[in-house]
């Protein structure tokens, strides 16, 4: 039994896990080459579950009649070890999930009704807030006018002194 991993050629140990393939080759193989999830492994390691080769697979050679369990996407992960109650216990798990969302509907409408109102109060809010600097634009234009106007009538009125004075 080769300690190599037969995709990479590393050493398999300790930091980098390996599962040995229980059909004709009898290769062994990094985890991470194969593209396992921890989790993966952690079936995989089982007692009663047996990991076959692509190649193993491919050629249909069967050296028992275990089950077995490839990786990755490619493949599946089977355990003779699921029973009945933790089926149940799934479907009972699942029937709770699927009433949460279903009393969560209500609540959801709701909360979209808040947000369509207050995105309609904040777009009025802009357009008043528009309205109000438009009106401020304005309204600093008729200063600077008045004040042009201010300063234009005392120079008509000292023009106005001076034409007295020299009048007299």
Same mark, same amino acid.
């Given at each position: 039994?080769?300690?190599?991993?037969?995709?990479?050629?590393?050493?398999?140990?300790?930091?980098?896990?390996?599962?040995?393939?229980?059909?004709?080759?009898?290769?062994?193989?990094?985890?991470?080459?194969?593209?396992?999830?921890?989790?993966?492994?952690?079936?995989?390691?089982?007692?009663? &579950?047996?990991?076959?080769?692509?190649?193993?697979?491919?050629?249909?050679?069967?050296?028992?009649?275990? !089950?077995?369990?490839?990786?990755?996407?490619?493949?599946?992960? !089977?355990?003779?070890?699921?029973?009945?109650?933790?089926?149940?216990?799934?479907?009972?798990?699942?029937?709770?999930?699927?009433?949460?969302?279903?009393?969560?509907?209500?609540?959801?409408?709701?909360?979209?009704?808040? &947000?369509? +109102?207050?995105?309609?109060?904040?777009? *009025? +809010?802009?357009?008043?807030?528009?309205?109000?600097?438009?009106?401020?634009?304005?309204? *600093?234009?008729?200063?600077? !006018?008045?004040?042009?106007?201010?300063?234009?009538?005392?120079?008509?009125?000292?023009?106005?002194?001076? &034409?007295?004075? +020299?009048?007299?």
């Amino acid at each position: 039994m080769s300690q190599e991993c037969s995709i990479c050629e590393d050493k398999i140990g300790k930091k980098k896990h390996g599962l040995q393939c229980v059909g004709f080759c009898r290769l062994m193989y990094h985890a991470v080459c194969l593209k396992l999830s921890a989790d993966q492994l952690a079936v995989l390691k089982q007692p009663g &579950v047996h990991w076959k080769c692509e190649q193993c697979r491919a050629r249909g050679a069967k050296k028992d009649n275990t !089950e077995d369990a490839t990786p990755a996407s490619s493949t599946t992960i !089977e355990n003779k070890n699921v029973n009945k109650d933790d089926y149940n216990t799934l479907v009972n798990i699942l029937r709770g999930v699927q009433d949460n969302l279903k009393s969560s509907r209500p609540e959801q409408t709701s909360l979209v009704s808040s &947000v369509s +109102f207050c995105t309609s109060k904040i777009e *009025d +809010f802009e357009r008043k807030l528009d309205s109000w600097k438009d009106y401020t634009k304005k309204t *600093d234009i008729l200063i600077q !006018e008045n004040i042009a106007m201010n300063s234009k009538l005392s120079t008509i009125e000292n023009k106005i002194t001076d &034409v007295e004075q +020299f009048s007299r």
